[in-house]
Nanobody, 122 residues
Framework: VRLVTSGGGSVQPGGSLRLSCVGS????MAWFRHPPGKEREGVAA???????SYTASVKGRFTISQDNAANTMFLTMTGLKPDDTAVYYC?????????????????????WGQGTQVTVSS
């Protein structure tokens, strides 16, 4: 197993959660989510140099970060809404060159972690 995800759970609207993904050696990594009855979507991505990308619906509420010493990527989620309910996955790729504009596209990634459920409900 190359990527190990943890940190999901159930919270009330407005609450916070932090997801973790352990893995090393990736040029870029990302978080995706699969809401019930909807398509999987890219949530946030980060390059090994720290450049970040977010989907519009989470900007200002979610923060992607990484601890290179601990080989861990995080997704800190605040102001959670019921629409954020989904199974969240982390992903990584070791490509040497890439187009930053496509980092929220799932086809950019070869390695995936197991999903973790995030439920936002009152």
């Amino acid at each position: 197993v190359r990527l190990v995800t943890s940190g999901g759970g159930s919270v009330q609207p407005g609450g916070s959660l932090r997801l973790s993904c352990v893995g090393s050696g990736y040029t870029y990594m990302a978080w995706f989510r699969h809401p019930p009855g909807k398509e999987r979507e890219g949530v946030a991505a980060i390059t090994s140099s720290g450049r970040k990308s977010y989907t519009a619906s989470v900007k200002g509420r979610f923060t992607i970060s990484q601890d290179n010493a601990a080989n861990t990527m995080f997704l800190t989620m605040t102001g959670l809404k019921p629409d954020d309910t989904a199974v969240y996955y982390c992903a990584g790729d070791r490509a040497r060159s890439f187009d930053f504009a496509y980092l929220l596209h799932s086809e950019m990634y070869t390695d995936w972690g197991q999903g973790t459920q995030v439920t936002v409900s009152s």
